[in-house]
T-cell receptor, first 113, second 113 residues
Framework: QQQVKQSPQSLIVQKGGIPIINCAYE??????FPWYQQFPGKGPALLIA?????SEKKEGRFTISFNKSAKQFSLHIMDSQPGDSATYFC????????????FGTGTQLKVEL | NAGVTQTPKFRILKIGQSMTLQCTQD?????MYWYRQDPGMGLKLIYY???????DKGEVPNGYNVSRSTTEDFPLRLELAAPSQTSVYFC????????????FGPGTRLTVT
């Protein structure tokens, strides 16, 4: 049973475009929603995260939008660059219990010149 | 700080062989995790530990064993390797008291033939 559904599986945008990656969850006990970025041959690294008490969080060119009632959250990358080409994973965590994360299936983003 | 280190980087096993994937972190983190990553499937939690001497199963523990005798080390043992265990394995750690961020190692690519 997949608790965090991520789409699309892959995405190609032109330099300067705004790719949007979406995630939906089912478990209302989730209290922390991070996005991880992974470059080929590397481990994932935390990009940005949000808690359900806010609807939006921005860090540089990266923005998370969060819709608690719809149980959805999304990642927006403003002014995307070729260096943003990577795989992006959304995730969610239930309070306590060892900080375990449930990951989405990933989105492979390619930003073309 | 080296962060989270994993050895080996690559390994080929024959069916039925066993091996130990090593993971060490130098950040004095309480929590450690093992994930496997398969194409299009995201990261699945195999085992996790909230401290030395304490381990618990994740989503996909069958065929694996772990131990945590020190804060720094969290080895993953594969007994009787099977082709279904062909995957990329990531170790991660996080600090219980400071943040929810998980820090990932560079991964071990394992092929079982």
């Amino acid at each position: 049973q997949q608790q965090v559904k991520q789409s699309p599986q892959s995405l190609i945008v032109q330099k300067g475009g705004i790719p949007i990656i979406n995630c939906a969850y089912e478990n209302t006990a989730f209290d922390y929603f991070p996005w991880y970025q992974q470059f080929p041959g590397k481990g994932p690294a935390l990009l940005i995260a949000i808690r359900p008490d806010v609807s939006e969080k921005k860090e540089g060119r990266f923005t998370i939008s969060f819709n608690k009632s719809a149980k959805q959250f999304s990642l927006h990358i403003m002014d995307s660059q070729p260096g943003d080409s990577a795989t992006y994973f959304c995730a969610a965590k239930v309070a306590g219990g060892g900080n375990k994360l449930t990951f989405g299936t990933g989105t492979q983003l390619k930003v073309e010149l | 700080n080296a962060g989270v280190t994993q050895t080996p980087k690559f390994r080929i096993l024959k069916i039925g062989q066993s091996m130990t994937l090593q993971c060490t972190q130098d950040m004095n983190h309480n929590y450690m995790y093992w994930y496997r990553q398969d194409p299009g499937m995201g990261l699945k939690l195999i085992y996790y530990s909230v401290g030395a001497g304490i381990t618990d199963k994740g989503e996909v523990p069958n065929g694996y064993n772990v131990s945590r005798s020190t804060t720094e080390d969290f080895p993953l043992r594969l007994e009787l390797a099977a082709p279904s265990q062909t995957s990329v394995y990531f170790c991660a750690s996080s600090n219980r008291d400071r943040s929810d961020e998980q820090y990932f190692g560079p991964g071990t690519r394992l092929t079982v033939t």
